[in-house]
């Protein structure tokens, strides 16, 4: 995976937020994953296969997520499927949008959702970048893994 390629995903993310809110999210510095653990409250993790194998995962904390949800269904409607279905939709957008700049031997997989605080693990033969998000002065992450 090169730096272009990090880069389909980060515009993917600001297109999604800008488009639910109005406001795209301030982007870190991509950088490659340690040995650390990246994962909040609430994660959507796609897996990729084709021509590229992997996985990309959204990870933010509730309150994030809360204002999200209720950016797209109204206010008082952040319920704890609510919160579960909004992280994997947003996992799935940011990973379908990838899929148009990558073609369709680029296949995601349909999203898994997982809260609380588990460890993901991805393999370390895949390099696999971290790319730190702002919105609203809520953090989250998107976790990019591919071959």
């Known amino acids: 995976m090169q730096e272009r390629d990090v880069q389909v995903f980060v515009e993917g993310t600001q297109n999604y937020f800008k488009e639910i809110s109005g406001e795209a999210p301030e982007v870190g510095l991509p950088y490659m994953k340690g040995s650390e653990e990246i994962i909040l409250d609430y994660t959507g993790a796609i897996g990729i296969s084709g021509e590229r194998k992997g996985c990309v995962y959204f990870t933010t904390n ?86």
Do not use: C, H, Q
């Not at 952040?78 to 899929?99: C, F, K």
């Not at 990558?102 to 898994?112: A, E, H, L, T, Y």
């Open 62 to 147: 509730k309150d994030m997520l809360s204002e999200i949800v209720g950016a797209v269904l109204g206010p008082g409607s952040d319920s704890e499927e609510a919160l579960r279905d909004m992280v994997g939709e947003i996992a799935n957008t940011i990973s379908g949008n990838a899929r148009r700049s990558f073609g369709s031997n680029f296949m995601i997989s349909v999203p898994i959702v997982i809260y609380g605080n588990p460890n993901i693990d991805l393999p370390v033969s895949i390099p696999t970048y971290i790319i730190p998000l702002t919105w609203k002065n809520y953090k989250s992450y998107i976790v990019v893994g591919i071959e």
